[in-house]
C-alpha cells in the first residue's frame, strides 16, 4: 500500500505540474505527457490492486 501512496503522490504532482506549464505555456506537449502519465499510472493501479486480489483468492 505503500507503494501505491507513493506513486499516487508522484502522479497528481506530474499531472498538476504538466497542466500548469500548459496553461503558462500553451504548448500541448505538457497536456499529452499528462495524459501518458494518468494512464501509465491506472494500469500500475489496476496491476497492483488485481495482484492483490489474485493473493486474497489463493489464500481462501
Do not use: C, P
Not at 11 to 20: L, Q, S
Amino acid at each position: 500500500m505503500l507503494l501505491l501512496r507513493i506513486a499516487g503522490f508522484l502522479t497528481v504532482i506530474i499531472i498538476g505540474a504538466g497542466i500548469v506549464a500548459y496553461l503558462f505555456s500553451g504548448d500541448r506537449r505538457y497536456l499529452r505527457l499528462s495524459g501518458r502519465v494518468a494512464k501509465w499510472a491506472l494500469v500500475f493501479v489496476l496491476v497492483i490492486l488485481s495482484l492483490m486480489f489474485l493473493e486474497r483468492l489463493i489464500v481462501l
